[in-house]
């Protein structure tokens, strides 16, 4: 029988599935703070961030996760190195992040923590592609307010995710062990 106990975390799954449970809230969010800044109509802006968003789910997260973990691989993030000094734990949790090292005993906290550490490039990701997608379908609104809006939507949602991450991460570590 095969045996994939050792394989790790792609953690692509387990951020897909986060980003898809909170699409609906996230356009909800860009959708009100893009209203609040660039003052367009309702419908055109509700489109826009269906259509940005779905973008960056569906093909910015899976890519910029694909190059980070061929760069992880490409840096020797591939094998075990151990949890033993801070350092270790450090590379662990960033390096490695996007595809995990099956440290078994210590997922609850490793888990959390690199999904907070692979937040970063995919914030920029995201917003620069809904930036992209934005300026293409809204040609007549004003570009900064739409950099502006896509930005603040952006961290907005964003540290809602952090806040899911962060709450994990505080569960893990309140749980007996």
């Known amino acids: 029988m095969l045996t ?49 968003n779905a973008c960056s789910t569906i093909v910015g997260i899976p890519v910029t996760w694909l ?21 270790d734990r450090i590379y662990a949790v960033t390096i490695q992040a996007p595809w995990l090292i099956p440290y078994e005993e210590e997922l609850g906290w490793i888990i959390p923590t690199a999904a907070l550490v692979m937040l970063v490039p995919f ?21 900064k307010r739409i950099a502006r809006g896509v930005l603040l939507g952006n961290i907005a949602t964003y540290l809602m995710i952090a806040g899911y991450w962060c709450a994990t991460l505080a569960i893990s570590q309140s749980s007996p062990t």
């Open 67 to 87: 190059v980070l973990m061929l760069l992880q691989m490409m840096v020797g993030g591939g094998s075990a190195h151990g949890l033993e000094t801070t350092g």
């Open 123 to 143: 914030f920029i990701m995201s917003w620069l592609s809904e930036w992209y997608v934005a300026l293409r379908m809204l040609q007549q609104a004003d570009s």
């Open 4 to 52: 994939v106990a050792n394989a790790g975390v792609p953690m692509i799954v387990l951020h897909g599935a986060v980003f898809v449970f909170a699409f609906v809230p996230i356009v909800l969010i860009e959708l009100a703070v893009l209203m609040l800044i660039t003052r367009a109509s309702f419908g055109r802006l509700l489109v826009t961030s269906c259509v940005a």
